[in-house]
């Protein structure tokens, strides 16, 4: 069963306004990076973030957008000091925030709401899970624009929530993710057109 979300005009204008404040055009490749998540031990690490969005910007001059709410920015602000990115966390609504990501040529996130978001407007998408089961938490949708990313849980016995390092989350490697957004965007790129 296909999820659905439905946008006013206003939300989706709102969205266009920022894409066009941040002089982002609509030939730029858009890839919206969602670093936070509900809690910490479904975060992948900064680090991580940092790593492939350095690898991608080798591969060709994407453009990238961290989401996130208002108490995520500074995660935001940590991958920015490293790297060319442009911030929303904080600075639009819910449904605005959903607009944008309407707006990615690909979404990469943890598992939150943000990745439902973009799965409801088939955005094409890399989600990635290990503590939480990608089985339970995913709709069962076959598509093509899909990619999830799951490792096995670390400890045999997960702490969940009590879990302040994301052990889990480390064993996803910034290169896979890497090659399976290039492999996602190149497919999209021969189709010449944003799912839609």
Same mark, same amino acid.
């Given at each position: 069963?296909?999820?659905? +979300? ?15 404040? #941040? ?25 991580? =973030? !940092? ?5 991608? #910007?080798?591969?060709?001059? =994407?453009?990238?957008?961290? =989401? ?10 940590? !991958? ?17 925030? *959903?607009? +944008? ?9 943890? /598992? ?6 973009? +799965? *409801? ?7 990635? =899970?290990?503590?939480? /089961? ?5 709709? #069962?949708?076959?598509?093509? #624009? ?25 064993? !996803? ?10 492999? +996602? !965007? ?11």
């Amino acid at each position: 069963l296909q999820i659905k +979300l439905f946008l006013t005009r206003q939300e989706n204008q709102s969205a266009q306004r920022f894409l066009t404040k #941040h002089h982002l055009s609509s030939n730029a490749i858009l890839i919206g990076i969602q670093p936070g998540a509900s809690q910490k031990f479904k975060q992948w690490p900064i680090r991580h =973030f !940092i790593s492939l969005i350095q690898s991608l #910007h080798r591969h060709r001059n =994407f453009k990238f957008v961290i =989401f996130g709410n208002q108490e995520e920015r500074p995660l935001a602000e940590l !991958i920015k000091k490293k790297v060319k990115v442009i911030i929303s966390s904080g600075e639009l609504s819910l449904r605005q925030s *959903a607009a +944008l990501i309407k707006k990615m040529d690909l979404f990469i996130t943890n /598992d939150t709401g943000p990745m439902h978001m973009a +799965l *409801a407007q088939k955005v094409p998408l890399i989600s990635l =899970f290990s503590p939480t /089961d990608h089985h339970l938490c995913w709709p #069962h949708l076959d598509a093509p #624009h899909v990619e999830v990313i799951a490792k096995p849980k670390t400890c045999y016995s997960c702490v969940g929530h009590l879990c302040h390092q994301p052990y889990c989350m480390e064993q !996803i490697d910034p290169l896979e993710v890497s090659q399976r957004a290039l492999q +996602l !965007i190149e497919t999209q790129t021969d189709q010449n057109i944003k799912i839609s």
